[in-house]
């Protein structure tokens, strides 16, 4: 009876023991699924507050694009006022960010030993930084707001660099390849290639954009980069034609020197002539022009060699300065030779019938007396007065040439009454100015 009671008991134990372990293991599992939620939960703050980090990292880039934008178009009290106020948010995002990334490194949620005590208090610690990070991405937004007036303006003017840095990068692409052609024909173009070095630092400028040197100051680059290009083109352009025409200018210039020596070979006949035939005051002023010519006819040949040198040289400038040079010479020379002849012709005329030249004058006198009596009861005295000593200078002048017996000084003759007809020509202009500003 004894043993039979006995066993009951340790069926009892034993049974009492699994009980406990049952009900042990029960506990263990209820506590394992306490700590899952914790961790999950955890983890899905963790996520949240990665998800509302991401929100801000963009918004904070964004705004920072859109301060730079306003930036670039210029140094206003706008500007800097936006930049301030920006490098603040700025520092109070970044405080946040530091918050947010000590709150991951605090708390190892993927860890298998995590208690829910301290899988709560990562939730905790991840949702108040999601609130921060939340408040932040509000700041931003609203700051963002704010400045969009200012934005729109300076994204407006930006919309104008682009294409005013791609005219200047395609003008100075233009200008590489039309000196290259002038090269490729056989011309140097050194100062073409010059000028076109110089660009080179105004288009790195370029390059840094306006970000770095402000809108207006890069379009205002862009412009002038454009223009010298587009010069620069023009002239490798024309420099071809140009080198043809010096040429043609070389040969037409050598071709007027001889062509002055011919020209020159009458000059002393007529001075032999004007010396035989009249007085000396009628052809003094003309002795030297011999020894003119001859001197600007050495003179121009010496700088129509210069100009051939130049030429070959490919110095524009200096060969067109030279072929100017000997143009001028020239045309001094054929002045003179034209003087001497037709001092000559002149003197002959009047010698033959003196009558004419002074009908000539009169003819000019009376139609300026007409035009100062024109509506008028009395002439104005501004244009009396003149008329009335022409008159009387021209009479003096044909008294004295009667006068003056077998070898009068035509030349003197001459002179005067073209100084006549000049008075006349000039009170007519005072007339007719007058007129003008009547109407």
Same mark, same amino acid.
């Given at each position: 009876m004894a043993e039979a009671l006995v066993l009951p008991l340790v069926v009892a134990g034993v049974l009492g023991a699994a009980g406990a372990a049952s009900f042990g293991t029960g506990g263990g599992w209820w506590g394992r699924r306490g700590g899952d939620g914790a961790r999950s939960d955890a983890r899905a703050a963790r996520d949240a507050a990665q998800q509302a980090f991401?929100?801000?990292?963009?918004?904070?880039?964004?705004? #920072?694009?859109?301060?730079?934008?306003?930036?670039?178009?210029?140094?206003?009290?706008?500007?800097?006022?936006?930049?301030?106020?920006?490098?603040?948010?700025?520092?109070?995002?970044?405080?946040?960010?530091?918050?947010?990334?000590?709150?991951?490194?605090?708390?190892?949620?993927?860890?298998?030993?995590?208690?829910?005590? @301290?899988?709560? #208090?990562?939730?905790?610690?991840?949702?108040?930084?999601k609130g921060q990070l939340g408040s932040a991405l509000a700041e931003l937004n609203d700051f963002l707001r704010k400045l969009q007036p200012s934005l729109d303006r300076a994204e407006s003017q930006l919309m104008r660099v682009a294409p005013a840095v791609e005219q200047a990068k395609h003008a100075l692409l233009a200008a590489s390849?039309?000196?290259?052609?002038?090269?490729?024909?056989? !011309?140097?173009?050194?100062?073409?290639?010059a000028r076109l070095a110089e660009l080179a630092p105004e288009l790195g400028r370029l390059n840094e954009g306006a970000g770095r040197h402000g809108v207006e100051a890069t379009l205002q680059r862009a412009e002038r980069v454009k223009e010298r290009a587009e010069s620069i083109a023009a002239d490798a352009e024309q420099l071809p034609e140009r080198a043809r025409e010096i040429d043609r200018r070389v040969a037409s210039l050598r071709t007027r020197i001889q062509a002055l020596e011919t020209k020159a070979e009458t000059v002393e006949p007529a001075l032999s002539e004007l010396r035989r035939r009249f007085t000396i005051a009628c052809w003094q002023d003309l002795q030297r022009v011999p020894d003119q010519v001859v001197e600007a006819r050495r003179a121009a040949e010496g700088k129509l060699a210069e100009a051939a040198r130049a030429r070959d040289?490919? #110095?524009?400038?200096? @060969?067109?300065? @030279?072929?100017?040079?000997?143009?001028?010479?020239?045309?001094?020379?054929d002045g003179s030779v034209?003087?001497?002849?037709?001092?000559?012709?002149? !003197?002959?005329?009047?010698?033959?019938?003196?009558? #004419?030249e002074i009908e000539r004058t009169r003819f000019a006198l009376r139609d300026a007396q007409r035009l100062a009596m024109a509506g008028r009861q009395a002439p104005d005295p501004r244009h009396a007065a003149p008329l009335d000593a022409a008159v009387a200078r021209l009479d003096r002048a044909a008294v004295e040439l009667e006068e003056a017996g077998r070898h009068p000084d035509y030349w003197r003759f001459l002179t005067e009454l073209a100084a006549v007809r000049e008075t006349a020509a000039n009170v007519v202009e005072l007339i007719r100015g007058d007129l003008g500003g009547q109407r």
């Open positions: 991401y929100e801000v990292d963009s918004a904070q880039r964004e705004v #920072r694009l859109a301060v730079e934008t306003v930036r670039a178009v210029g140094d206003s009290a706008t500007a800097r006022r936006a930049v301030s106020d920006f490098e603040a948010i700025s520092g109070r995002v970044d405080q946040v960010t530091v918050n947010y990334l000590a709150a991951l490194d605090a708390h190892d949620l993927d860890a298998e030993e995590l208690e829910s005590g @301290a899988a709560a #208090r990562a939730r905790n610690q991840l949702n108040d930084v390849n039309a000196l290259e052609a002038v090269r490729g024909a056989g !011309l140097r173009a050194d100062d073409l290639a040289e490919q #110095r524009w400038p200096d @060969a067109t300065a @030279a072929l100017g040079t000997v143009r001028a010479l020239l045309e001094t020379a034209v003087a001497v002849n037709e001092r000559l012709r002149q !003197l002959n005329e009047v010698q033959h019938d003196p009558s #004419r």
